[in-house]
C-alpha cells in the first residue's frame, strides 16, 4: 500500500535558520514524490518534484530510498515561507495510478 | 492560475440540505480529484474520476456522490448535511494519476 508520513505537525523556526520538513513514504514499486504548498487555505501548489531535482523559491528535496525519505530542505527559511506544506506520493494501486498525500507540516517562520 | 475551476466560492447551507459542488479541469487533463480540507482531519482524499469513470474512493461518505460528465467536468453532491461536514472542499485535476495535480481554489462550504 501507499502511505505517507510526515512526523511534525507543526515546524517552528526562526528567519535565517534553516529548515527541514520530513517526509517518508511506504511503497513497493518505483515512487514518484512531490511536495506541495498551501499559504492561508489558498489552494495547494507545487512546490518540487523529485524528477525535476530542481531548486524552487530557495526549497530543494532529494530522494532517499534507501532510507525511504523525501525530505524538504531549505538552507535560510524566511517569514514568507509560513505554510502548509504536504508530500505527497504517486503510485499505482489496485491497477490505478493515484496521489497520496501525508497529512501535512504547518511550517511557522518567525522574525 | 492552475486553470482548474470550482463553483461556488462560498456555499452557506443548513443541515439536512443538499448542495452541488462544479469543478472544471485543466484543459486537456482526463482525472479529477475530490479533496476535503477541515482544520481537524487535514486534506483528506474523496474520490477520483478518469475519463469519466470512477477509478479510486477515499473517505468519501455515503451522503456524498460524485460524477464526471462528458465534458470532463465533475460535480461532488452533498446531502442531509451536518454540521461537520463544514470544509474547504478542493478540486483537482492531472493528466494522468501520477502526474501532479493542478489544484482549483476550493469551494468554502459551511453547514448551519
Known amino acids: 500500500a501507499q502511505r505517507v508520513t510526515q512526523p511534525e505537525k507543526l515546524l517552528s523556526v526562526f528567519k535565517g535558520a534553516p529548515v527541514e520538513l520530513k517526509c517518508n513514504y511506504s511503497?513497493?514499486?518505483?515512487?514518484?514524490l512531490f511536495w506541495y504548498v498551501q499559504y492561508s487555505r489558498q489552494r495547494l501548489q507545487l512546490l518540487l518534484r523529485?524528477?525535476s531535482r530542481e531548486s524552487i523559491k530557495g526549497f530543494t528535496a532529494d530522494l532517499n530510498k534507501g532510507e525511504t525519505s523525501f525530505h524538504l530542505k531549505k538552507p535560510f527559511a524566511q517569514e514568507e515561507d509560513s505554510a502548509m506544506y504536504y508530500c505527497?506520493?504517486?503510485?499505482?494501486?489496485?491497477?490505478?495510478?493515484?496521489?497520496?498525500f501525508g497529512k501535512g507540516t504547518k511550517l511557522t517562520v518567525n522574525p | 492560475d492552475s486553470g482548474v475551476t470550482q463553483t461556488p466560492k462560498h456555499l452557506i447551507t443548513a443541515t439536512g440540505q443538499r448542495v452541488t459542488l462544479r469543478c472544471s479541469p485543466r484543459?486537456?487533463?482526463?482525472?479529477v480529484y475530490w479533496y476535503q480540507q477541515s482544520l481537524d482531519q487535514g486534506l483528506q482524499f474523496l474520490i477520483q474520476?478518469?475519463?469519466?469513470?470512477?477509478?479510486a474512493k477515499g473517505n468519501i461518505l455515503e451522503r456524498f456522490s460524485a460524477q464526471q460528465f462528458p465534458d470532463l467536468h465533475s460535480e461532488l453532491n452533498l446531502s442531509s448535511l451536518e454540521l461537520g461536514d463544514s470544509a474547504l472542499y478542493f478540486c483537482?485535476?492531472?493528466?494522468?494519476?501520477?502526474?501532479?495535480?493542478?489544484f482549483g481554489n476550493g469551494t468554502r462550504l459551511t453547514v448551519t
Open positions: 474520476y478518469y475519463n469519466g469513470e470512477e477509478r
Open positions: 523529485h524528477i
Open positions: 483537482a485535476s492531472s493528466a494522468s494519476g501520477r502526474s501532479p495535480l493542478h
Open positions: 484543459s486537456g487533463d482526463l482525472s
Open positions: 505527497a506520493l504517486g503510485g499505482t494501486q489496485g491497477g490505478s495510478e493515484k496521489l497520496v
Open positions: 511503497y513497493s514499486g518505483s515512487p514518484e
